[in-house]
């Protein structure tokens, strides 16, 4: 029963990263496509975690929080300057 909950897990997260691409690429707007990348970013993070439960390797949780705070301050540069303050 476990493994049909991460197996639905993956595919909503993969469906999720799929539409979020799509919009990162058709952005209309920059805030668009930083908020397509901000939540590439959050799901990828989620994905970690999620391999690291499924493997018990912890390791990947100190990976995925390395990465959610490098994408946090990448958001916070990129809207800085669309902002016109760097």
Known sequence: MMTY???????????GMIM????????P???DRVV?????TTI???ALVLL??????FI???VALVYAVLGFIGVIV?????EGAL
């Open 20 to 27: 979020s691409a799509i919009r990162f690429v058709k952005g």
């Open 78 to 82: 990129i809207a800085r300057y669309l």
């Open 29 to 31: 707007t920059a805030g």
């Open 44 to 46: 990828g993070v989620s």
């Open 5 to 15: 909950i991460i197996y639905i897990a993956f595919s909503l997260m993969a469906l």
């Open 36 to 40: 397509a990348l901000d939540t590439l």
């Open 60 to 62: 990947y949780v100190d």
């Open 52 to 57: 690291a439960y499924v493997f018990q390797r």
